[in-house]
């Protein structure tokens, strides 16, 4: 069975350059989709998280769920919740998060897994997966990005991969116009 995956790849220059990505992100996505966070400790997936949650248009703030593992966040208006995981102190796959009923949770909301890498892919064949990694092999700072307040330690490389036929279409390459 072959899995169809689409991929495109971001630079993001800023924290505020995380969020707006995660704004963007959140337009593409609808209740029923499983989002796959990866990147070290600082990389930004609790920022990107924050700007789903504000392109989701849900209450509370979006915060990282480390010591509580998962945080729902109901939606203001008509959308769907944002279930936010942290699945960083748990080290089973699916089995030890089944305690979580994301499968539960799944159809109705968007579900993000921070550290979800071989934890939660059996919960759905169509995916998206980011992964965000701290930019290499840059010499010294744009001095036109210095001026504008970005920091060469605040540039990721983002890559969004979506995984399965949900994603073929849903617009995944246009995230780079931004």
């Keep these: 069975m072959s899995t169809t995956a689409i991929q495109t790849h971001v630079t993001v220059k800023s924290p505020d350059q995380m969020q707006e990505l995660g704004r963007r992100l959140a337009a593409l996505l609808r209740p029923g989709d499983l989002v796959l ?4 400790l600082g990389a ?12 989701l248009g849900v209450r509370g703030a979006v915060t990282s769920p480390t010591f509580v593992i998962a945080r729902v966040h109901p939606p203001l208006s008509g959308g769907p919740a ?3 995981v942290d699945a960083y102190r748990l080290g089973g796959g699916l089995d030890e998060m089944e305690d979580l009923d994301l499968d539960v949770s799944l159809p109705d909301s968007v579900v993000v897994v921070e ?4 934890k939660v892919e059996e919960l759905s064949d169509d995916r998206l997966h980011v992964v965000i990694e701290r930019a290499v092999g840059t010499d010294a700072p744009d001095p036109l990005d210095t001026a504008l307040g970005s ?3 605040d540039v990721r490389e983002v890559t969004v991969t979506g995984i399965g036929a949900r994603w073929a279409d849903a617009g995944v390459p246009e995230l780079t116009a931004g």
């Design 37 to 40: 966070l990866t990147g070290e």
């Design 44 to 55: 930004g997936k609790t920022t990107l998280t924050r700007g789903l949650g504000e392109g």
């Design 82 to 84: 944002l279930v936010h």
């Design 115 to 118: 550290w979800g890498d071989g």
């Design 151 to 153: 920091d060469v330690d």
